[in-house]
């Protein structure tokens, strides 16, 4: 029995910013995420690792580089866990858009018709993508322990396909930055191990 570690990406400037950046390219890791990387790379050490797969946007593909460094592990970028489309809203402030808009993260978590309608990817596709790249680590890497270095949503998405959750479950949930999201797969059937694992000095911290 394997696990798939899915590792959302440290604290980068959008974050701090509360800019949606979507898939803009050129936003870096600040030095706090690029200490959470550091520790998250620490904390995966005694977990056996023998594959990292990234996103190919920047602040997770250098948290994946952090990770895959400290564990002597060559990383592999893949396009099936890149950051969702945001569409009109990339580069806006969240409190612009929740202005104009109201709450587009409850709307893209319902699937409101309004999101595609603005080029954002919907919560389906996701999904689907995040299941693909699951489909391909069950495959070539059976029993093994692999971290797929990410984003919000799509772990988010691999969540939602192992246990009920509401929109507002969804919307509620945070996945901290640099936390490792822990699933165990058996047979095509998971189950999950940790949510939001990191360093317990981290729990004092702003997510």
């Given at each position: ?7 959302r ?6 974050n ?20 959470q990387?550091?520790?998250a ?11 990292i ?5 920047q ?12 564990n ?13 489309d945001?569409?009109k809203?990339?580069g806006?402030?969240?409190d612009?858009?929740?202005s ?7 709307k ?10 603005n ?7 996701v ?9 391909h ?16 949503d799509?772990?988010?998405?691999m ?15 945070i996945?901290?930055n ?5 699933f ?9 191990s940790g949510?939001?694992?990191m360093?317990p000095?981290?729990?004092h911290?702003?997510?």
């Amino acid at each position: 029995m394997g696990s798939i570690i899915f590792l959302r990406h440290g604290q980068a400037k959008n974050n701090t910013e509360r800019i949606l950046a979507g898939r803009t390219p050129g936003i870096p890791l600040t030095e706090k995420g690029i200490d959470q990387a550091k520790k998250a790379a620490k904390f995966l050490e005694d977990m056996n690792i023998s594959a990292i797969y990234s996103s190919p946007i920047q602040r997770a593909k250098n948290t994946a580089e952090i990770v895959g460094k400290h564990n002597s592990i060559d990383v592999k970028i893949d396009d099936r866990l890149i950051e969702l489309d945001m569409g009109k809203f990339t580069g806006v402030p969240y409190d612009e858009i929740f202005s104009s808009h109201g709450n587009v993260f409850m709307k893209f978590y319902k699937g409101e018709l309004e999101i595609a309608h603005n080029g954002v990817e919907t919560f389906a596709d996701v999904k689907k993508r995040v299941l693909g790249i699951v489909d391909h680590v069950i495959e070539n890497h059976p029993d093994e322990n692999v971290v797929l270095v990410t984003h919000m949503d799509p772990i988010k998405a691999m969540l939602s396909t192992v246990v009920s959750l509401s929109p507002e479950n969804l919307f509620e949930l945070i996945i901290a930055n640099a936390s490792l999201n822990i699933f165990r797969e058996y047979k095509r059937k998971f189950s999950i191990s940790g949510i939001n694992v990191m360093h317990p000095t981290r729990f004092h911290q702003d997510f």
